[in-house]
């Protein structure tokens, strides 16, 4: 039996500044957000994923990323929230950036904003990712960090690495200082080379045209 948990942000969405506030938080130290609801699935699902769905998640994360350094959220969003789920860290910052500034006709979500980027900066994330993460939670008061550890920790629960069967690393190309994230899913190991049977990029392709603008990653 598997119990997905949603969270609410029940209204907190309209923070009149970056989302996460010390004026927006304190108000909420009673725990404001709850569980909306419980689904609950039954059945033993088969945990290697298929090519297809490899390269679906791929695609996803590529297509989000592209989007997004082109400041067109709206496009981006529907991408980066397939991708953030698959495990994708940079999807899932992403996301939560766009949940904490309200892009792309999305509705400022100060919980979703917190939960994805603190599931993104989770261990062996990239630089930028830790750091703006680093900087956003020196903004929360302190009385109010556990209830953010119980938000992250149930995103950490359901879209962390081991719970999506993605894992990232860092790697600096030889000679340079210049760190990359790579996230490969665990199952291309059941496929013989699948980087060339599949076509599978092995790092995050570089999405950088047209800009981007403010956004930090």
Partial sequence: MLVVLALSSNGIA???DEGITEETIAARTDREYQIEEELIVQGTPDRIKSPNQILRGYDARNMGGYYYKLRMYEKAYPYLVEAAQE???MSQ???GYIYQKGLGGVERDWV???GWLGVAA?????PEIMNYWKNL????PEQNLPMIQD???EYVSKYGSKATGVTCDINRAAGTHIARMRCLYDDEIEYRDPADTLGIPQVEIDTSVGGGGSAPF
């Fill in 112 to 114: 979703k904003a917190v």
């Fill in 93 to 95: 910052a992403r996301l």
């Fill in 14 to 16: 309209t923070a009149q």
């Fill in 137 to 140: 939670r020196a903004k929360i």
């Fill in 122 to 126: 989770s261990p062996s994330s990239d």
């Fill in 151 to 153: 938000i992250i920790e």
């Fill in 87 to 89: 495990g994708f860290k």
